[in-house]
């Protein structure tokens, strides 16, 4: 049990169009999901808390206009990357809480190229 | 805080061996550490935790340490395997914001050879 699913897993679009990335706990309900990205040879970096029914938290210089998130329910949320610039192309990673048991289980990331 | 934009360090170690990556983070008051393995283009898997009221851990040839005074997490993983190869990153769970969030560490790349 406790999976978390991401799609797409690889995405490739032009400069200035905008990406939707979604993450899904399959199994169980998760009120808080979280964004990471990672850059090549770099460790995770939290980019803001996304919660259930309510606006995300932004990590301080993640731009929450840019970097738009959706939870509309309890076992999906999404990322919306606007405007996306070849600066953007990152491995995004998502994970979900399990309340119950305050466990965090990871997506498998999705890759984004921006052209 | 937050990891910086390091890039990561490489232990080699022979197959067989045992290892040891350390990891050092930063607030005093996280309460619960996580190791995470991550290989190529996939996403952190969970190795082994730690709650701060324990100074050691063992799992299945993986064992961690805490070290509150220093603040300084290892992981030992014994008899070391060609599939342990893979960058291992520690994680704090740290209460911010009205928040629990994992704070991911700088990542040790794991270089194991037969």
């Known amino acids: 049990g406790a999976v978390v699913s991401q799609h797409p897993s690889r995405v490739i679009c032009k400069s200035g169009t905008s990406v939707k990335i979604e993450c899904r706990s399959l199994?169980?309900?998760?009120?808080?999901m979280f964004w990471y990205r990672q850059f090549p040879k770099q460790s995770l970096m939290l980019m803001a808390t996304?919660?259930?029914?309510?606006?995300?938290?932004?990590e301080q210089g993640v731009e929450k206009d840019k970097f738009l998130i959706n939870h509309a329910s309890l076992t999906l949320s999404t990322l919306t990357v606007t405007s996306a610039h070849p600066e953007d192309s990152s491995f995004y990673i998502c994970?979900?809480?399990?309340?119950?048991?305050?466990?965090?289980?990871f997506g498998p990331g999705t890759r984004l190229t921006v052209l | 805080g937050e990891s910086v934009g390091l890039h990561l360090p490489t232990l080699s170690v022979q197959e067989g061996d045992n290892s040891i990556i350390n990891c050092a983070y930063s607030?005093?008051?996280?309460?619960?550490f996580i190791w995470y393995k991550q290989e190529s283009g996939k996403g952190p898997q969970f190795i082994i935790d730690?709650?701060?009221?324990?100074d050691k851990r063992q799992g299945q040839r993986v064992t961690v340490l805490l070290n509150k005074t220093v603040k300084h997490l290892s992981l030992q993983i014994a008899a070391t395997q060609p599939g342990d190869s893979a960058v291992y990153f520690c994680?704090?769970?740290?209460?911010?914001?009205?928040?629990?969030?994992?704070?991911f560490g700088a990542g040790t790349r794991l270089a194991v050879h037969p």
């Open positions: 199994d169980f309900q998760a009120t808080t």
């Open positions: 607030n005093s008051a996280s309460d619960y």
């Open positions: 996304s919660n259930e029914g309510s606006k995300a938290t932004y």
């Open positions: 730690i709650r701060s009221n324990m």
């Open positions: 994970s979900a809480r399990r309340e119950v048991y305050n466990e965090q289980f």
């Open positions: 994680a704090e769970n740290m209460f911010s914001g009205g928040y629990n969030k994992l704070i």
